[in-house]
Every structure is written in C-alpha cells, then in structure tokens.
C-alpha cells in the first residue's frame, strides 16, 4: 500500500520500484463537481520477476488522501480496508476447507512525508497512530532531490524524533540468533537509513562515460536513482524485494493479523482456554525440551554429588573412628610399656642400693665349687 498527498510520486515510485508500468502517465484533470471528496482504495495486480522468480504483486493506492480542506478522518476508509481484509481472511479460516485461502492482507505501507525539512504534520502524527498496530509502516522522504544533505538528516531525525515521542511503530528488521556478521550489518545499513530518503523515476540519461541511468536532470547534473550517494531508493528497494519480504509477510501473519483476530473474537464473546488447542511452534517446542532436559541432566547430577558426598563422608567418619580406636590403643600400650618400665627402674634400684653377693660366694656357702 502506497499512502500520501497527492503530487509526492508515489505512482513513479512504484514503476520505479518494480521497474515495471503499473501506473499510466496520469492525464491532468479538471476539478468539477463530480470530484469525489472521499479518500478512495484502488488496487492493480501485475506479474513481475526478480532474478529469475516470478511474484505477484498486488499495489494498493489511495487516491484523494490529504488534498481535502478537512482531512480529519482521512485515514478511516484505509483503516476500514485493512481491517476488512483482516475480516475475509478470518473469514476463510473458519471454513470447513482451508486448502485454497487467498491472502490479500496488506503486508506493507509506504507512507510519503511531504519534503518540508521541519517535521511531521499532525496528519502525518494521527495517520501512522491510527494504523501501527495493523500494518508495517515503512515512511519515506518524497522527492529528496528537493533538499541538500543536511536538510536530509536533519529532517530525518526530527521524524524520527516525533516518532518515538508518539510512540509510533515503524517497521524494524528481526535479529535472528543464527544470522551471519555480514547479514547482521546489512540489515543495520538498512535500518539506520528509516525514513529513506528517495527519488522516483522512470526516465533514463545518459551521463558521463555513455552510461545509461534511471534520474532526474537538472541544470547542475542528473541525480541517479539507483545510486547510494544520491538517494536511499536502493535501500528500500532491498528491503522491499529481496532481504525482508519474508519478514514483512511473518510478522503481518504473526504478530499484526494475530493481535487483529484476538481483539475480533474477544469482541464477539468468544474465550479460548489456553491449554487447549494450543498452538505448537517447533522452535520453540525444541527450545523447552531442552531446557527440561537440561534441567534434568542437572537434578541428576545434583543427586549424584549428593550421593558421593554422603559416601565420602561415611567413609571418612569410618576412617576418623578407626584413627581414634588405633590412637587409643596405642597409647593404652605406651602406658603399660612404660609403667613397666618403672616397675624395672624400681627393682633395679632396689637391687642396687642392697649389694647383694655374687652368684659365686653365693655358690661357695652352698657347698658348691666351680671348676676353672
């Protein structure tokens, strides 16, 4: 979906995008009575091929978006299509037979912000608040070619200022756990370029070196479109057709239809026990099966240490009762050695300080006589 005042390029943008005739040269039209005064929904279907794969891409302008005196509600007949596309696709989920379910869910919105370098209008403000929460939201700086390089960035970073102040949901890239250092960084190179700052066209100058170019020519020079250095479009062409496709498509299914659906049903009464019907991502099924078997491992291992530690220490109580039975009977034995001992002392005093006869006068008194 492409939003924004009419006169910003939104239509050369597209043909420049997909590099493809979406749009026809528009015709100028005079005002008369018969001029709708209602933000119209107009949506073209084309073929297009990208390095060999064939998409199908469905365009949906918005045709009369901010050219009233009152723009107030502007932004309610956008909301009211999204939804309704919400609603058929809810619609077809409920049937018996969901084998051929068609998505037209809006999966992204280009926003066109006027080129005014000072910030964004309250029509800008009240628009993004109104339809965050229901589709990507990609904004864009029309026309950049309209400022110097300064006034880019500096306008860019108000934007962005009043985005965060509102707390406005712009789209933002996933991080994924298993993602590349060089995928990582390309993404980042992306997202640091929000809002892009781009230049639409579909005529082609010649320049220096007889090079053919997609750009706008002015007195001074021609400004490329498919050049990094002049414009963002690049960038948002990247984005848009070949690294986040993808991604807008998961999170418009995951997070934004998903949100949409609840709120639908909880409106209508209908409440869901969560414990049944609950829907099962692989991903995440394997990541809680390891965990509890992680857990496990750990219970397991804790009981283990639990165990040898109760072993170690009995076998070390054990160990400690047979050291004090040794140690008591050793010194048992010292003391009987040594009492002993005494005992040997105090009859070899005795036997001393008596001086008794040698065992040969001894002999002799007896009547015995020992021969030499």
Aim: glycine share 4%; aromatic share 8%.
């Amino acid at each position: 979906m492409v939003v924004g005042e009419s006169g910003l390029g939104k239509s050369t943008l597209v043909n420049t995008l997909f590099n493809t005739q979406l749009y026809p040269p528009k015709e100028n039209v005079e005002l008369t009575h018969e001029t709708p005064q209602t933000v119209e929904i107009q949506s073209i279907t084309s073929d297009i091929e990208e390095n060999g794969v064939k998409l199908r891409l469905t365009v949906v302008d918005t045709p009369g978006f901010g050219d009233f005196v009152n723009n107030e509600e502007s932004w309610k007949p956008i909301l009211d299509s999204i939804e309704s596309r919400f609603d058929a696709y809810l619609e077809q989920e409920n049937r018996v037979n969901r084998r051929r379910m068609v998505d037209n869910r809006i999966h992204a919105c280009i926003y066109f912000i006027t080129p005014t370098g000072h910030a964004l209008k309250p029509l800008d403000i009240e628009f993004m608040r109104r339809l965050h929460t229901r589709v990507n939201l990609i904004p864009v700086i029309a026309k950049a070619d309209t400022l110097t390089e300064e006034e880019v960035l500096a306008f860019k970073q108000r934007i962005l200022a009043d985005i965060n102040y509102h707390q406005i949901q712009i789209y933002q890239a996933p991080v994924y756990e298993y993602d590349d250092k060089e995928t990582i960084a390309e993404n980042r190179e992306i997202m640091s370029k929000i809002p892009f700052a781009v230049v639409g066209s579909d005529k082609e100058f010649e320049v220096e070196g007889g090079r053919r170019v997609r750009g706008r020519r002015y007195p001074w020079g021609v400004i490329e479109v498919d050049n990094e250095e002049h414009c963002d479009f690049v960038k948002l062409r990247q984005m848009l057709i070949r690294t986040h496709m993808e991604e807008l498509k998961e999170y418009t299914n995951d997070v934004l239809y998903e949100n949409y659906r609840t709120e639908k049903l909880t409106a209508m009464g209908i409440q869901q026990d969560p414990s049944v019907f609950k829907e099962v991502n692989p991903v995440q099924k394997m990541e809680e099966e390891r965990i509890a078997h992680e857990q496990k491992l750990a219970k397991m291992e804790a009981e283990m240490r639990a165990v040898f530690q109760a072993k170690v220490q009995e076998k070390e109580a054990k160990l400690k009762q047979s050291e004090e039975e040794l140690y008591a009977r050793h010194k048992e034995m010292k003391d009987a050695l040594e009492k002993q001992r005494l005992e040997l002392e105090e009859k070899r005093r005795r036997l001393e300080s008596g001086r008794p006869m040698t065992p040969e006068k001894s002999a002799k008194k007896k009547g015995f006589s020992f021969n030499k």
